[in-house]
């Protein structure tokens, strides 16, 4: 199929569905908020017309967000019209290199309203470098602990990896399906862990990029309360949602740039407070990274604060185009992106929790919540047939690839949810993990636990989506319908 006819495939209503005209008015009519996001859909024209002009209908903004061109443009200016040098020294294009990365760095902390004097900014590759320069540098001892809900990302699961090799107990809280909440009552008795005087750190997503569950930010005070540390894994939550580092205090905040506005990649970074990156040992020196080295010495001094924590040269002439890209999210202002993001889930979720088989059989089951309260943009499901056998998430993803949308299917790096989502016990994963001594490949694996689903299909909007978009994959999910699992 070319595109076109992909486009226009993805939008002729299946049946029993309005037409697209007729389906806007009334989502308008249900979300009159809506309407205070129009310069969104100006720009989807101009800024993001590339997307119209293919044909793509992209519902992966929880993988990767989406830059406009004037972005692009801005960094390309820059990049023409001036000569930077490497940042390490003092001379005229290295000084002017400097200005700019200090200056992105400033306009970090303002994106996140924090000051200086509270916290650092680090630049790292992307949000599991921060995540691993926590990790590795966080004082870990025997007895000491590294509490963490289960839905995080594996970047954060990671860390378990240097508490455990250092004596450190590791300690999951659970989040409950459906709806994939926190379970207050365990993580309140798991708080009541803390070693005393001892170092225990405290992992949470703001927002989980499996279910789009947002978690209560009061945790960080509790936690902090009770001696923790906390480590606030932002990455999935920034995007679509302002967080006022001014209000909340995590002394760990990890995030990458291109999941807020696209461009640049490689790019992320740790937001550290003062006092808890004191704390920290980094386990290496590197270029950048010393005020001295000696070799005949055998001793080397660190730089105060962050930078001992940039090793080697950053990657210098992408950082420009980060203050380009927080400055172009400002100019439409979080709030109304968040609008734009909660209309649209919010009519999604409902569109696909009404499809129902003609057996009144539900087509799609979400995990998380069905509702817009306390959660982002991130809708993680299965398809079942009539008969209530699961549609293999790798079928939906050839069936959507065919009309052109591109969503994201598997577990999304966080398995975690998607076990207690998808009911998947720890003894069954015991049984595969003594089956596979060595590398597995996911494939086996999957088959090791063949009678479930072993992951999902997640779709997600951010600040360029539509209503066209979401009513088009509305449209893919009643495909479904009557449709039995054994004959797809
Ligand atoms: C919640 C969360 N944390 C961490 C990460 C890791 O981000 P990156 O791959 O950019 O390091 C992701 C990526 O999807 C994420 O969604």
Redesign the pocket.
């Known amino acids: 199929m070319s595109t076109s006819q992909q486009t226009a495939a993805a939008n002729t209503p299946a049946e029993g569905m309005p037409a697209l005209a007729e389906a806007e008015a009334s989502f308008r009519a249900l979300y009159p908020a809506f309407a205070s996001t129009s310069q969104l859909d100006e720009m989807r024209a101009s800024d993001y017309a590339r997307l119209d002009a293919a044909g793509h209908i992209y519902l992966d903004y929880?993988?990767g967000g989406l830059y406009a061109e004037s972005q692009v443009r801005a960094h390309m200016d820059l990049l023409r019209d001036n000569v930077f040098g490497n940042p390490h020294s003092t001379n005229p294009t290295s000084l002017a290199m400097t200005r700019l990365i200090e200056q992105a760095r400033d306009a970090v902390l303002a994106f996140f309203s924090a000051t200086p004097d509270e916290y650092a900014v680090i630049f790292t590759l992307?949000?599991?470098?921060a995540l691993k320069l926590v990790g590795e540098s966080y004082p870990f001892g025997p007895d000491d602990q590294y509490l963490l809900t289960f839905d995080n990302?594996n970047?954060?699961n990671g860390i378990r990896e240097f508490a455990r090799a250092r004596g450190a107990h590791v300690t999951y809280a659970p989040v409950i399906p459906p709806d994939m909440r926190i379970d207050g009552e365990r993580l309140a008795a798991s708080l009541d862990l803390a070693r005393p005087g001892g170092n225990n750190l405290f992992a949470f997503?703001a927002q989980s990029?499996f279910s789009g569950v947002q978690h209560p930010l009061e945790w960080i005070e509790r936690a902090q309360a009770k001696g923790w540390d906390v480590l606030l894994?932002a990455?999935?939550f920034v995007p679509t949602n302002p967080l006022d580092l001014s209000r909340w205090h995590p002394d760990f905040v990890?995030l990458?740039f291109y999941?807020i506005f696209g461009y640049p990649t490689g790019v992320?970074c740790l937001l550290a407070r003062k006092p808890a990156l004191a704390k920290l040992h980094r386990p290496w020196f590197a270029g950048g990274t010393i005020t001295v080295a000696s070799v005949q010495g055998d001793r080397y001094y660190l730089h105060e604060g962050g930078e001992a924590f940039e090793d080697g040269t950053l990657n210098y002439l992408t950082l420009p185009a980060v203050e380009i890209g927080l400055r172009h999210i400002a100019s439409i202002g979080l709030d109304t992106i968040h609008t734009r993001v909660a209309c649209l889930t919010g009519w999604l979720l409902d569109a696909l929790t009404a499809l129902r088989h003609s057996t009144g059989a539900p087509v799609v089951r979400i995990y998380g919540p069905e509702n817009t309260a306390m959660r982002g943009g991130t809708i993680t499901m299965n398809f079942y047939d009539p008969d209530g056998h699961f549609i293999d998430h790798r079928l939906i993803e050839e069936r959507a690839n065919e009309v052109n949308i591109s969503l994201r299917t598997g577990c999304f790096?966080n398995p975690g949810g998607g076990e207690l989502a998808l009911g998947i016990s720890a003894e069954e994963l015991s049984t595969c993990f003594v089956r596979y001594t060595e590398r597995v490949t996911l494939d086996d694996f999957r088959r090791c636990i063949d009678a479930k689903s072993t992951g999902a299909v997640r779709v997600s909007v951010g600040l360029a989506s539509t209503f066209a978009d979401v009513y088009a994959f509305a449209t893919f999910a009643r495909g479904f319908v009557d449709k039995r699992a054994n004959e797809m």
């Not at 992307?126 to 470098?129: T, Y």
């Open positions: 929880t993988g992307n949000a599991s470098g990302h970047s954060v997503p990029n894994d990455a999935a990890s990458s999941k992320g790096c």
